[in-house]
């Protein structure tokens, strides 16, 4: 039987509830996913590569055949040598858009091999995004519903209570 392996990237700084909506859809169409943890050249990061992958395991660790791990360069690279040909990206609202469009046409071009496949949110989660999550935890805000537990507690760690 041929194993089909998705790699979902994303900077997950930190990962929230809405990531892992995309997750658990996505394993419903996919036997195996490969969350991979990169850097956005346009986002300084908040929690180190280190922090993601471990709020990305123990918030992970309860599904079945997913992998967590992370990449440097080229997105495209990283999804051959996993021997994959498929990226999930999630959508949230239209202005999502743009960024996810030109990315995937980019890729594209780039290796006509390679398909993204786009997994619509949860409506609960369609406002969300690890941005507007740092912002309220900043300010010391409530994030609980927002993001798992080990995550409240690791933007706790760094804002304080
Ligand atoms: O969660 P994000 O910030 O939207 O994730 C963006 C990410 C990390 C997936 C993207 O920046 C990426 O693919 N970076 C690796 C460099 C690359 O391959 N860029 C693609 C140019 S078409």
Redesign the pocket.
Same mark, same amino acid.
Request: no cysteine; aromatic share 14%; glycine share 18%.
């Given at each position: 039987m041929v194993m089909r392996a998705a790699v979902y *990237? @994303?900077? &997950?700084?930190p990962v929230t509830n809405g990531h892992l909506d995309v997750i658990e859809r996505a394993l419903k169409i996919f036997d195996k996913i490969i969350v991979a943890v @990169?850097?956005? *050249? @346009?986002?300084k990061p908040l929690f180190s590569t280190q922090e993601r992958i471990e709020m990305l395991k123990e918030s992970t660790k309860g599904m079945k055949n997913v992998e967590v791990d992370s990449?440097l @360069? %080229?997105?495209?690279d990283y999804v051959k040598k996993k021997n994959s040909k498929v990226i999930i990206r999630g959508l949230r609202a239209v202005s999502d858009f743009d &960024?996810e469009f030109?990315?995937a046409l %980019?890729?594209r071009v780039?290796d006509g091999d390679i398909e993204t496949v786009f997994i619509m949110t949860k409506e609960n989660y369609v406002y969300l995004n690890?941005s507007i999550v740092k912002e309220i935890a900043m300010f010391h805000g409530r994030v609980n519903g927002l993001v798992p537990k080990i995550v409240e507690e690791k933007l706790r760690e760094k804002f304080g209570e």
């Open positions: *990237p @994303g900077s &997950f700084d @990169g850097d956005n *050249p @346009g986002k990449f @360069g %080229l997105l495209l &960024f030109q990315r %980019l890729n780039a690890s």
